[in-house]
């Protein structure tokens, strides 16, 4: 299975950008990268995803390496409201058609006022 | 704005007792899951759902059962409540086909004591 690699933790000033990265070396050809963030006593939320081009939405961006075995999902002005622990998740094939999203332990941010 | 709703934020049970945790959807999504959060364990998956009267095991369905009688209603069960299914459980939903977003709802604390 395609597995991510991030740091534990990170800390940040408010309103400056932040860069969370994602190491996965091991990616396949067809796996999508997707980034949930999970707010203190919430359930985890959809921020971004891609495949292989840089994304942008209102939430972050997602820059993806060329050769795809890493990414940064980048917040470009930090708010206290983005303190949470952000995943960064490959698609897992194992279920077959369930094609699952596996946690793991993700990077918790901190955000300094 | 889409929801997936869960039936208890808290719930205290004791050892033995048979418990139901019921999670609804609102999205007409095909696929829902079970999760249990732990510290240091992260989100693991316990069941999941891709129709109506299907179910498939994910990485740790010992101790537990599903019913999925209607699209929108997805049930976790646990038949004899024990210690150690003390945790943060998690439903959440998902779309059909790419990127496959998926919808948390806020999750049950359970406390079996």
């Known amino acids: 299975d395609a597995k991510t690699t991030q740091p534990n933790s990170m800390e940040s000033n408010e309103e400056e950008p932040v860069h969370l990265p994602c190491n996965h070396s091991?990616?396949?050809?067809?796996?999508?990268i997707h980034w949930y963030r999970q707010l203190p006593s919430q359930g985890p939320e959809y921020v971004i995803h891609?495949?292989?081009s840089n994304v942008n939405n209102r939430m972050a961006s997602l820059a993806i390496a060329e050769d795809r075995k890493s990414s940064t999902l980048i917040l470009h002005r930090a708010t206290l409201r983005d303190a949470a622990v952000y995943y960064c998740?490959?698609?897992?094939?194992?279920?077959?058609?369930?094609?699952?999203?596996?946690f793991g332990g993700g990077t918790r941010l901190m955000v300094k006022p | 704005d889409v929801k997936v709703t869960q039936s208890s934020r808290y719930l205290v049970k004791r050892t033995g007792e048979k418990v139901f945790l019921e999670c609804v959807q609102d999205m007409d999504h095909e696929n829902m899951f079970w999760y249990r959060q732990d510290p240091g364990l992260g989100l693991r998956l316990i069941y999941f759902s891709y129709d109506v009267k299907m179910k498939e095991k994910g990485d740790i369905p010992e101790g537990y059962s599903v019913s999925r009688e209607k699209k929108e209603r997805f049930s976790l069960i646990l038949e004899s409540a024990s210690t150690n299914q003390t945790s943060m459980y998690l439903c959440?939903?998902?779309?059909?086909?790419?990127?496959?977003?998926?919808?948390f709802g806020p999750g049950t604390r359970l406390t079996v004591t």
């Open positions: 959440a939903s998902r779309t059909t086909g790419l990127p496959y977003e998926q919808y």
């Open positions: 891609g495949l292989t």
């Open positions: 091991t990616i396949s050809g067809t796996d999508y």
């Open positions: 998740i490959l698609r897992d094939k194992r279920y077959g058609a369930g094609n699952m999203l596996t």
